[in-house]
């Protein structure tokens, strides 16, 4: 995939800043006019990358949380530095996820560890039947290794569950946590 070095400098500035100058960015890079919204999926948005070997991967996810009322702008593997998969927007809202597709049975604190120092928030798309009382508690280590943590989001079929770091706080959070995994 070719990446116009426009885009890539625009990312790289994402490394530096935090709160509403960090929003502001991620709603310039969404507004680049690199962006076109693919042709058989509405909602979503692509600088290119569909011959890439993680499109299709990415693209599942993109299909979920575009059911679920987002806008999804995916974003180009710049191969200079780590950077998330997705810029999600509804109502207003940008948030930049970095997906991790869970497959096995026990890959979710690897998955999850290795996502640190790409984005601050986490999309768990699970593909996969998983203990929800080992799920809980690899979110709970996560927040605790990763201080700039936010958000875990887990989408589950048609389910999503969101994980912020104060809901991990506290004795109830597994309890909790295994209620909403069970709904279905």
């Not at 203990?131 to 709970?140: E, F, H, T």
């Not at 989001?153 to 004795?171: A, H, L, N, Y």
Request: aromatic letters at 10%; hydrophobic letters at 40%.
């Amino acid at each position: 995939m070719v990446i116009r070095a426009g885009i890539t400098e625009e990312l790289a500035k994402l490394k530096e800043l935090r709160g509403s100058d960090f929003v502001k960015q991620l709603k310039a890079i969404a507004a680049r006019k690199e962006f076109h919204s693919l042709i058989t999926a509405p909602g979503i948005y692509t600088v290119g990358g569909e011959n890439d070997a993680d499109f299709q991967r990415l693209l599942d996810a993109a299909h979920k949380a575009v059911n679920l009322g987002y806008k999804v702008y995916l974003l180009p593997n710049p191969h200079d530095f780590r950077t998330a998969d997705f810029i999600f927007e509804r109502k207003g809202n940008y948030a930049m996820y970095d997906l991790k597709t869970v497959h096995g049975k026990g890959s979710v604190d690897s998955q999850l560890l290795d996502s640190i120092g790409q984005a601050n928030r986490v999309l768990l798309n699970m593909t996969t039947e998983y203990n929800p009382r080992l799920l809980a508690k690899s979110i709970r280590r996560y927040f605790e290794r990763n201080t700039n943590a936010v958000e875990v989001m887990i989408m589950k079929g048609k389910q999503t569950i969101s994980v912020i770091r104060e809901d991990t706080i506290g004795p109830s959070y597994i309890r909790n946590f295994m209620m909403k995994y069970k709904q279905n």
